[in-house]
């Protein structure tokens, strides 16, 4: 009881009371649905489906200590303690013992705290439970593999680490962080020509994301991170080979690129702070003009052409001689 006490208490306060149990769900439905919140970082949310759960469920079911833990994790800072508590009580009953969910979450801990040994046993075991199919649109299999290919590095048993990385490609080598932590492994085994190439795989499913969403912040984000990464990789390529002029060259064409993922990351900047000036905006129409060829401008060069094509509408029905705008339609239609 002193751990949902503690739960209750210490985790962030909800906007308001939290509804009352709705007696058509599932106890087991809220823990589950709780568990998907915290796979995407929804604290609070997760917190809810918790207090309205432990309403009407028996207080020894083991799904119980599951969520405990994981809510235990993502305190800030996380309650390491009171979460191994609660998930190893959760691994030792029937159901604990054949859900990786668990094993997963006790071997991240101390994977996380360098207890590398420690950590082997309960990855190795999430890693045989886990399940072939996507969960909550993430590869979970892949994920611990990764895990484990990081416990091995720390082992300082690179061959193996290596094994398991590459494992983990084979699962989900469409997904970006999959390769980058791939990359992170095989640089850290010196296989840079495997780092480098699953650091550039990165970023080219990055820059396709960035194809279908052009506004969207966080992958121009891990576009940059990701050159960053192979910058760095690139110079301790180049560090081992003294001699060799191709490693230096390739960290030249990298800074080269990442100035480039920097300044696009800058454009997003700037329109969100225009973005933030056109709100307040009411009364000069020349300023608001100014704004909104700024704000096309950028998005045309990000490839938000439709974002920009409404910029310049709005501009043109205020000001239908407006020599930028006319300019700028002009570029997006092709000179048509």
Known sequence: MLLLVGIASSLPAARGQAPAQDSAVNPESRLDEAIRKLDNDDVEGARIEYLQAI??????????????????????????HEALLALEEYNKSPEGRNDYRGHAAVGRVYLDSRRYLLASGPLKTAKDLAPRELVNGKNVRANITLDLAMVYHGLKRAKMALEEAKEAEQMAGSDPEIQLRLAEV?????????????????????RARIKTAPLDKANYRSVLNAHQFKMNTGMKHADKNPQDPRPTFEVAVTVQQAGEAQRQLALVDAREIALQALRKEQADSRTTIRIKVF?????????AFGDADEHIAEVLRDDPENAEALELRRQLTGGQ
């Open 295 to 303: 704000l096309a401008r950028i998005e045309a060069a990000l490839g």
């Open 186 to 206: 095989a640089s850290g085994a010196d296989d840079f020509e495997t780092a480098i190439q699953a650091a550039d795989k990165a970023i080219n499913l990055y």
């Open 55 to 80: 309403r009407g469920v028996r207080r020894d079911l083991p799904k119980l200590k599951l969520v405990e833990g994981l809510l235990q994790l993502k305190l800030k800072p996380p309650n390491v």
